[in-house]
């Protein structure tokens, strides 16, 4: 439901600025959403609408900073910016100013810095998100996917702004490009860049900083990203392309990349099964001996979380390669659920999860344009009664949270109790 105020059922009331928060040390999100939250049920319409236009009108304030000489203020601007369309479905406020957002993102990636260029990436995407896929968005994205592009390309580049537009272009492209072969070129853009981090034939390593890694990882992630869209017969291109050498990029030192590049190769097998029931891969048992050794990985020089995050993936990857099954999961939101039950929806839903961050359940409840992406029908209307009765006090909830946890610490003491010393686990 566009420009909503609601959030969670109840109706937030936003405090107005004061001459403080109108100051260039005033614009910070905290002062803007920590009151946000802040919500008392009694009030009816008057205070909803009275409530509506503060935050509008602290939206109006973020936007006209946006332009202020002080980097802190266009720092705080952005990320009040980002924060309200991370949490609220802002369609009709946003779709009217939609042009003035975009020549101020523009104005950030140019003249900002690596934290202001960041921040500026990640509101393109989410005003992407806002406006969903049509010619709104194709407009936005028209404008600023040359700036993106220049930026990820320039060597000289500031290395955030690099990391921050390898992630952005990616989503924008997915949600906003309107034509396959300009999709295929901005992947061309991505294997350009990570590309470079595959383990040369004699063996040898390129040289590469972590920072570059992160780079050529959020490249990579991005390409599979767009990979989920190609249609059949690129992706038998691409993978008669790509999957024989993206191996390599398994013997990365960096614990992301192994993980990025072990994810994409398993979407890859998805999408060429998909395509051809009979697939099969030369080199598969040589695969799916490394992938192994990744699952199994006792390696003394690596962290220890390091390890356990990357067995655990590389478990679902061998599975995925092996026998062509996913490790399923179920998002539930509101009184609704979703069951992400391919590398390919898991892709798609980490992307946009990224951006969205815990705002991702809300969107999921009332932003048509995901709800579409994820096949879940227009949004569900829930009227105030039902909510109501769903909801439980905090005192109940209290209770029952520390009921569970009691429960938990008595079931981890026997475990302690019972547990044999077989190394690690």
Known sequence: YPNSERYGGQNVAVQPFSDEDASIDGLSLCSSFSDALSVADEGGEVVEEAAQEDFQYKLKVYIDSTLDKSAKTRQGALDGLKAAMATRILYEFISDRRTTIADSIERCLKKGKGEEQHAAASLACLLCIQLGSGIESEEVFKTLKPVFKNILLDGSANIQARQACATSLGLCTLVAEDDILDVYATMECFESLFTRSYV??????????????????????????????CTSSQVKAIT????????????NDNVHMRIAAGETIALLFELARDTDPEFEYEDWEPLCDKLNSLATDCNKHRAKTDKRKQRSVFRDVLKAVEEGEFQSETIRFSTERMTIDSWVRKRTYDAFREFVGSGMNYHLQANEFIRDVFELGPPMLVDSTTLKSMKVSRFERHLYNAAAFKARTKARSKFRDKRVDVGEF
């Not at 590469?208 to 780079?215: A, I, S, V």
């Not at 050498?245 to 398994?250: A, D, T, V």
């Open 200 to 229: 040369r034939e004699d063996g040898s390593r390129p040289s590469l900083n972590p920072q570059t890694t992160l780079l050529h990882t959020n490249a990579l992630l991005s390409w599979a990203l767009l990979l989920t869209i």
């Open 240 to 251: 008669h392309k790509h999957l024989p050498k993206l191996p390599r990029l398994l013997e």
